[in-house]
């Protein structure tokens, strides 16, 4: 039983198996509040390595004495250097990574967090900081020769690369829960104002869309005779946005009586795929041609003479369209974008796929017959699971962690931790400029190649993986008792939604 006494319930957390809680905080769910404290150092990772991989930082670093003296004092003296740049982003990102496959070992196969195991997943969070910056340190005692960083990096490509497919495929997921969701709501006798909702956000999509096409074109694509090269991705990416977008809009019965239309799943790829297409062609470096502007005469010799100056494929400044946008300011947009995108999705991701059906049918997760019953995936909401005492004590207190996974564990931890290894690797890859870990600096990750491909393919595998979802769709058998399942439903009703 957790103490009612703030400072020995912070104690319990951090040396015992009680889960993370504050007193400055409501009551939370011991599913959610373990899953904040694995992001939190998951960041601290991430913020770690963007650090040793910053010239700004090393440069800083380098003309303190003391990091002088500390190199002296590890016995690696005149060799600061040693401590900062790609390898060392290299050590972190594997370190922080055998840290969740620990884990991932550990809780394989829990089923209630109230065993041993299951404590070792929620609790023990002074421990689990330790042992993490004892890897952190091991780190650094072990040798790194060129083959052995040439084996870290394509083990780190691999990872990387099932992971742009994991959070591909959630994106598409987060679409279709999206689509079913308000669909649901129109067709158990919601307001009809859900009709109007989702028009406009496929509305507002495809404008940001079409928004993303112009910006490419007009920005990198002008003059036409001399950039064509750069128009050759969007218009790519816009045939297969309008492929996927032709074939959403032929129904897919689901059951007997109901049918659907997923243009809104098709508007969300369409988006995302143009957005990667517009970041892409961002981080793509400068790429000078030769444009003749005009003839110089030879009279004496009756020749004449090209001249020609180079031309950017780059937004032009000088335009008064684009006067107060530059390309540094449209990277500094794209920075802020795609980082945003990027932890939304790896966090997304991290926690979507532990709840996923797929590993419930695995036996991760005790399954259950029904959707509803399933333990709450939010941190706030009602459980299906009978009120404790301890729960009822803790609500009336105002803070503490509710044992919410008593019976049966809300998410797998396995999965969970797996999924966090994976996005480890992708964020040590982004950082170390992919396969080109020699040119890595914070400062300078954008303009290069490795990025922009990976942003294209990722682009473009996403429309892919979409249209062979629909086709799935399409070819897979029909469940004539889904209606049945679903509380609330018209069984009898014959709809067609979105």
């Not at 005149?78 to 740049?85: N, V």
């Not at 507002?204 to 112009?214: D, E, H, M, N």
Request: aromatic residues 14%; contains cysteine.
């Amino acid at each position: 039983m957790p103490s009612s006494n703030c400072c020995v319930a912070k104690v319990e957390c951090c040396c015992c198996s009680q889960p993370f809680s504050l007193c400055i905080l409501p009551p939370l769910k011991e599913s959610c509040s373990t899953r904040f404290m694995y992001i939190i150092y998951f960041i601290l990772s991430s913020v770690f390595c963007c650090a040793l991989v910053s010239k700004t930082v090393e440069e800083s670093l380098l003309e303190l004495p003391r990091f002088a003296n500390f190199c002296q004092l590890v016995g690696v003296e005149g060799d600061c250097q040693y401590f900062l740049g790609h390898v060392a982003v290299y050590r972190v990102s594997y370190a922080t990574a055998a840290f969740f496959l620990i884990f991932a070992f550990l809780t394989f196969w829990v089923r209630e967090s109230s065993t041993f195991r299951g404590g070792l997943q929620n609790g023990y969070w002074f421990w689990k900081l330790l042992l993490l910056f004892c890897l952190w340190t091991g780190s650094y005692y072990i040798p790194i020769y060129d083959t052995e960083f040439l084996i870290l990096l394509y083990v780190g490509m691999t990872a990387a690369a099932c992971f742009i497919f994991v959070q591909l495929w959630l994106l598409i997921d987060l679409a279709g829960t999206w689509n079913r969701r308000w669909s649901e709501k129109m067709e158990s006798g919601g307001s009809k104002c859900w009709y109007l909702v989702i028009i406009f956000v496929i509305l507002l999509f495809y404008a940001l869309s079409v928004g993303f096409i112009f910006v490419c074109i007009i920005w990198y694509g002008l003059p036409f005779e001399h950039c064509y090269r750069n128009i050759v991705y969007p218009v790519v990416s816009v045939l297969l946005c309008a492929i996927i977008t032709l074939m959403a809009l032929v129904p897919i019965k689901v059951t007997d009586h109901t049918t659907r239309i997923p243009v809104l799943q098709a508007s969300m790829v369409t988006v995302y795929v143009m957005f990667l297409t517009w970041s892409a062609l961002i981080v793509k470096p400068e790429e000078f041609v030769k444009e003749v502007v005009g003839i110089s005469l030879n009279n004496s010799l009756s020749t004449g003479t090209q001249n020609t100056s180079q031309l950017v494929c780059q937004p032009n400044t000088q335009s008064s369209l684009f006067r107060e946008m530059d390309s540094q300011q449209g990277e500094l947009i794209n920075a802020v974008l795609s980082a945003v995108l990027t932890v939304g999705v790896v966090l997304y991701a991290c926690i979507r796929i532990s709840t996923d059906d797929n590993v419930n049918r695995l036996s991760l997760v005790l399954p259950m017959d029904d959707d509803d019953d399933r333990p709450s995936f939010f941190c706030c909401g009602e459980d299906t699971m009978p009120v404790t005492t301890e729960d009822l004590a803790i609500r009336k207190r105002g803070w503490g962690a509710i044992r919410n996974e008593g019976a049966q564990v809300g998410y797998s931890y396995t999965f969970f931790h797996l999924t966090f290894f994976l996005a480890t690797l992708y964020v040590m890859m982004t950082l170390t400029n992919w396969y080109s870990p020699m040119e890595a600096k914070l400062e300078n990750l954008n303009r290069t190649w490795p990025p922009f491909w990976v942003k294209m393919i990722s682009a473009w595998t996403g429309a892919v993986l979409f249209s062979l979802k629909l086709i799935y769709l399409h070819c897979k058998p029909r469940d004539s008792n889904r209606g049945r399942r679903k509380r609330g439903r018209d069984r009898n009703s014959r709809t067609t939604s979105f």
